[in-house]
């Protein structure tokens, strides 16, 4: 399985619909401060189905729709979808017919929100499961600060353990 497109709606800083496509040679995201990296991050952990808005840098989960600004008005949903390959062995389980799978995670600023996979409406469970055994979930990635690769490098082989 492998991520090949995340797209985004009103989720955090990015209002107009954004598409990031993934080629096989993509491993890392950089970009100057403010430009929406943790962001983009915190896209991908919402879209696995995070539930603790502080794990998002916010205060409650309405804080990842985009809020506005003095020229744009505020959105009244976020939406990000994962798209997913089956390369590497497929998908588990019912999906394991599909070349690709698409996950998507809607909050509506009543509060309500969708789950879906494939465009048909599903549990937090349904998504939990498809990515069972994968070693992809909400706590499954590492940020790595500007300038730690140089430490790690440049570091005393006992200062790495």
């Not at 090949?4 to 009103?10: A, D, P, Q, S, T």
């Not at 990000?80 to 799978?101: H, R």
């Not at 549990?123 to 500007?146: C, N, P, V």
Request: glycine share 10%.
């Amino acid at each position: 399985m492998k991520v090949k497109r995340l797209e985004l709606v009103g989720f955090k800083s990015f209002m107009d619909k954004t598409v990031i496509e993934f080629p096989r040679t993509v491993s890392v995201i950089v970009g100057p401060n403010g430009c929406g990296k943790s962001n983009i991050v915190d896209a991908f952990r919402w879209v696995l189905g995070e539930q603790s808005a502080k794990q998002l840098r916010g205060d409650t989960m309405s804080d990842v729709i985009f809020n506005g600004t003095p020229d744009r008005k505020p959105m009244g949903l976020a939406e990000v979808n994962l798209v997913l390959t089956g390369d590497n062995g497929g998908f588990p389980g019912q999906w394991a017919p599909y070349a690709e799978v698409q996950v998507t995670r809607r909050l509506y600023r009543s509060g309500e929100s969708d789950y879906l996979i494939n465009k048909q409406v599903c549990r937090l469970k349904d998504i939990h499961q498809l990515f069972m055994d994968t070693g992809l979930s909400a706590k499954a990635y590492a940020i790595i600060e500007q300038g730690r690769i140089g430490a790690f490098i440049e570091a005393k082989a006992e200062d790495r353990r």
